[in-house]
C-alpha cells in the first residue's frame, strides 16, 4: 500500500489525456511518462487506497486489492490501432481463497478475487467519468447461477427487493450491453424478465460533484458510495462464485 495521502487530482491534469488523443505516438508519451504517473497513477493509487481502508470493515475478512488499470490499449484484435488509452482506470478487487471466475465491472481478468467483483471501479478520462462496483460481465456459470436464482420465487424476489432499495437510494442498477429478450427457456413475459436478460449487475454511482476530482475529499465521497453498493456486491460473492 502506498503511504501518500489522497490529496485530488491536479487542476492540470486532465490536460495530459487531450495532449496524448492529438500525439498518440510512443516518443511523446515516453517524454511524459513521469507526468502520467506523477499526475494520474499517484494520485490514483493514494485514492484507491483510501477507500479501500474505508470499506475494509464492510468486506471484513476479504481483503480489497487496488489495482490501477494500464494505459496501454490491447490492439492485437481491434480495429483501433490507437496505443493508448485516453483515460485512467482503478478498482479495488476482493480476494479469496477460492479460484477466481471471469467479470469485473472494470472487465479486466481478475487474479485472485471474488469472482472478478469489484467494490469498486473508477474511470476518470477525456470523455468520460464513471464510478461504480459489481461486475460487468459473468461468466458462463455464473450466467447460469444468476437465471437459476432470478428465476426461482423466494430467491428471485430477495435480489428483485435489494436491486429496487438500491435504485430508491438514488442509484443505477443494471446490467451491460444487456440481452434484448428473455432468454430461453424463460417465459418472454417472466415477471423478472428485465433481470434475467442481464449479462452482469452493477452499481453506478452518481456522477462526482463538478469540482471534487481535484479535492481530497473525493476519497470520503467514495467511501460512503461504495458502503451503499456493498450488499449488491456481497450478494454477487456470496452467490455466484
Known sequence: MTTSKFEGFSRAAPAFF???????NKPWFDDNKQ????EWVAPMTALLDHVAAGLAKVYAPAKLEAKVLRIYRDTRFAKDKTPY??????????TSKKPPLAGGVSGAKPANNDGG??????HL??????VGAGTYFFDAAQLAKWRKLVAADKTGKAIAALIAKTRKAGYWVSGHDDYKKVPRPYAADHVRGDLLRMKGL???????PKGMLHQPKLATWLVEHGRAAAPIVTWIREHLR
Open 202 to 208: 452493477t452499481v453506478g454511482f452518481p456522477e462526482i
Open 18 to 24: 487531450h495532449e496524448l488523443a492529438a500525439e498518440m
Open 117 to 122: 467483483v469489484s467494490a469498486l471501479y473508477v
Open 35 to 38: 507526468r502520467y504517473h506523477d
Open 85 to 94: 488509452k485516453t483515460h485512467i482506470a482503478g478498482r479495488l478487487g476482493l
Open 125 to 130: 478520462g477525456m470523455d468520460e467519468e464513471f
